[in-house]
């Protein structure tokens, strides 16, 4: 690997950022790019058929464009879907993000845990693959919610959306049952921890929420390796595939992680 390498970090959208700002972190020296497929968004409401034939394609374009050494898919509903499409079309290593089911169940005290990601996410076999090798005993409760990611992104472009709207897509995700309450929930779509502290504010009650981006950035370390020069200071470009020029309060919420909105799309 290269003494500052090119990683380039993808989304359907503005969740990947919570993804990019931990490998940023852990390695500041990188020449970091980020990629928003937001002319396909929201991935949850594709079919697999739809989100294969995008995203396939789409990374050959990526990769020729910008020659990374490696590729971070920051986004659970690409990951679970056409992770496997990626690796075996290109040679470029990808590190994906798949819903944190083992590390939840494990630290579980109740044995009951939720998983909330987009409604493709909760539904692929790949999921529930995760469920029956790494459940571990615990009562896994799959929430997929419809419009999290959306609010989200308002969030993030200063339009914040109303406590009920927000409470209402994560209640399904507190049960009490059986004398088993829910006492952790993985945020598995990389949009959610921009929520947290709403997230937090409106659990009926306390609950660990587990955001798997620590986790990626450290899988990214062991790839490339610790930091090894010195960062350039300069922003890390931003490139939207709808070639939409982000208005201001997103270029500003950009900005705060490390981004800069390019015109090239
Ligand atoms: N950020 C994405 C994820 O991690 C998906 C949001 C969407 O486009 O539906 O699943």
Redesign the pocket.
């Known amino acids: 690997m290269t003494p500052a390498p090119r990683i380039l970090v993808f ?3 503005l ?2 950022l919570t993804v990019f700002r931990e490998i940023a972190a852990a390695r500041p020296d990188a020449q970091l790019l980020y990629v928003a497929d937001d002319a396909f ?4 409401d594709h079919s697999e058929t739809a989100l294969v034939a995008r995203v396939v394609p789409l990374m050959g374009e990526l990769i020729a464009a910008h020659c990374p050494d490696f590729v971070v898919i920051a ?3 690409a990951s679970v879907q056409a992770l496997a499409a990626l690796r075996a079309q290109y040679t470029v290593p990808f590190v994906g ?1 798949v819903p944190a089911i083992k590390p939840a169940c494990a630290q579980s005290a109740s044995k009951r845990i939720a998983v909330l ?2 409604r493709a ?1 909760v539904a692929r076999e790949y999921t529930r693959g995760l469920i029956r090798e790494f459940a571990q005993g615990c009562a896994v409760d799959l929430v997929g919610s419809a419009d999290l ?1 959306r609010l989200a992104e308002q969030e993030l472009g200063g339009m914040p959306a109303a406590d009920a709207e927000i409470a209402a897509e994560i209640a399904p995700c507190f049960v009490d049952r059986d004398g088993r309450r829910t006492d952790a929930i993985v945020l598995a ?3 959610f921890p921009l929520l947290l502290p709403r997230l937090t504010k409106l659990a009926p009650w306390p609950v660990a929420w587990i955001d798997p981006a620590p986790a990626i950035a450290r899988r990214v370390v062991d790839l490339a390796g610790p930091a090894a020069g010195v960062p350039s200071g300069r922003p890390a470009p931003f490139i939207a595939t709808s070639g939409k020029v982000p208005a201001a309060p997103l270029a500003a919420a950009l900005a705060r992680f490390g981004l800069a909105a390019t015109v090239a799309a």
């Open positions: 989304d359907s959208g969740g990947g968004f929201p991935y949850g986004c659970n509903t993000t990601g987009t996410t990611a779509c990389t949009h």
